[in-house]
């Protein structure tokens, strides 16, 4: 079984600039969560992706996006990037609404 | 107030000891209750899930769940030095959405 694999692990991208983050889902799982976790901080829910759809979103701005694609696979897409977007950012596969497993994360540094 | 909160310690605990872990929440309707655990630099690895009233027990590790005080533990017996790390609370608050806290950290001392 596979686990829940992210890419890039680390980035470095300055103030303005866009980013895409990237999830593949463990083997079986049809949802994908991402979570921002600044430093020292317990993780933020950002949004949920099921059946390809947008499920749900947390206290982020629009500028924050994402995509699930139909092999469940994610991307996390931030525009305008700004100095507090520096953090781990997680994201977490699951079947439906049953326990959710963390990738390893990408770490981001906006300069 | 925050809607699941911990203390953030650090916890010390000697090797061999049970360590206790806790955590309150606001949204008396939620209805799962998840703890991470969190090496330095690394991902929350999912270690214990409860969803009912009382104990849930898995080898060293024993979560408790109290609906009515809106309080949720977990219990590390025999700790061992490998047990350090910080332990997230997390609270399903509906629409798949998990709410953290900002975790406690643990230190087990040989």
């Known amino acids: 079984e596979t686990g829940v694999t992210q890419s890039p692990t680390h980035l470095i991208k300055t103030r303005g600039q866009q980013v895409t983050l990237r999830c593949s889902s463990q083997?079986?799982?049809?949802?994908v969560s991402w979570y921002q976790q600044a430093l020292g901080q317990g993780p933020q829910f950002i949004f949920q992706y099921y059946r390809e759809e947008e499920n749900g979103r947390g206290n982020f701005p629009p500028r924050f996006s994402g995509l699930q694609f139909p092999n469940y696979s994610s991307e996390l897409n931030v525009n305008a990037l700004e100095l507090d977007d520096s953090a781990l950012y997680l994201c977490a596969s699951s079947f439906g609404d049953n326990e959710q497993f963390f990738g390893p994360g990408t770490r981001l540094t906006v300069l | 107030q925050k809607e699941v909160e911990q203390n953030s310690g650090p916890l010390s605990v000697p090797e061999g000891a049970i360590a206790s872990l806790n955590c309150t929440y606001s949204?008396?309707?939620?209805?799962?209750f998840f703890w991470y655990r969190q090496y330095s630099g690394k991902s929350p690895e999912l270690i214990m899930s409860?969803?009912?009233?009382g104990d849930k027990e898995d080898g060293r590790f024993t979560a408790q769940l109290n609906k009515a005080s809106q309080y949720v533990s977990l219990l590390i017996r025999d700790s061992q030095p490998s047990d350090s790390a910080t332990y997230l609370c997390a609270v399903n608050q509906g629409a798949q959405k998990l709410v953290f806290g900002q975790g406690t950290r643990l230190t087990i001392n040989p």
């Open positions: 409860i969803y009912s009233n």
């Open positions: 083997s079986g799982h049809n949802t």
């Open positions: 949204d008396r309707v939620s209805q799962s």
